[in-house]
């Protein structure tokens, strides 16, 4: 499943926000694989942060003046984060620019880690790292749909809870962009999602 991931990932031509004036972040999708079984590496943030706080995220931040790229952004904060090395990480590529709602363009990188890593929790920042398998997110167990407006358009984003921790809104986002670039998920976000409808279909 990496190889077909790395491959969408590579052709994929990710959609660019032209944002002016706005700050940029980035964030790391980290991929790992277990016993054939991808999964994906999140985030809670640290409740005592300013923003998000509380929240699943992945890791990434705010770009500082020095970085040379925004990939180079979400290799460091990733560092800062959660202590993983980006000698350690094979980035894919990017995905689609987002705007989150504090006015902040967020470029996500996909990157796959090797069998073997540590994790370690930044805990000024970082509260829990977990993981969730690919599968569970193919399947779209929704726990409901949130509509999030920008660029003059609708997205009806799916809201996922995985093992008490709560998945929304941007990240959710990001997740299931992703699923449908690189696993053909085709998981509805332009249009309202009828959940009566789905359970007939199933």
């Known amino acids: 499943m990496l190889d077909k991931l790395r491959m969408r990932v590579m052709d994929h031509k990710p959609r660019v926000i032209e944002a002016a004036g706005l700050p940029e972040a980035a964030v790391l999708i980290p991929i790992t694989c277990v016993h054939n079984e991808p999964e994906i590496i999140l985030t809670l943030r640290s409740k005592r942060l300013s923003t998000h706080s509380g929240e699943v995220a992945f890791p990434g931040g705010r770009r500082d003046p020095g970085d040379v790229d925004l990939q180079f952004t979400a290799l460091r904060e990733t560092h ?35 069998d073997v890593f540590e994790l370690t929790p930044n805990a000024d920042e970082i ?17 409901m749909t949130h509509r999030i407006d920008y660029e003059g358009r609708s997205w009806y984003v799916p809201s996922y809870r995985y093992e008490g921790f709560k998945i929304w809104g941007l990240t959710a986002l990001m997740l299931t962009e992703l699923m449908n670039v690189a696993f053909d998920a085709n998981i509805p976000l332009s249009i309202p999602y009828d959940s009566d409808q789905e359970k007939k279909s199933r």
């Open 80 to 114: 800062e984060e959660i202590g993983l090395s980006p000698e350690l990480i094979d980035v894919v590529g990017p995905m689609d620019s987002l705007v989150s709602r504090f006015g902040i363009k967020v470029t996500p990188y996909v990157g796959i880690l090797p």
């Open 127 to 143: 509260e829990e790292i977990f993981r969730v398998p690919v599968s569970y997110l193919l399947e779209d167990p929704r726990e």
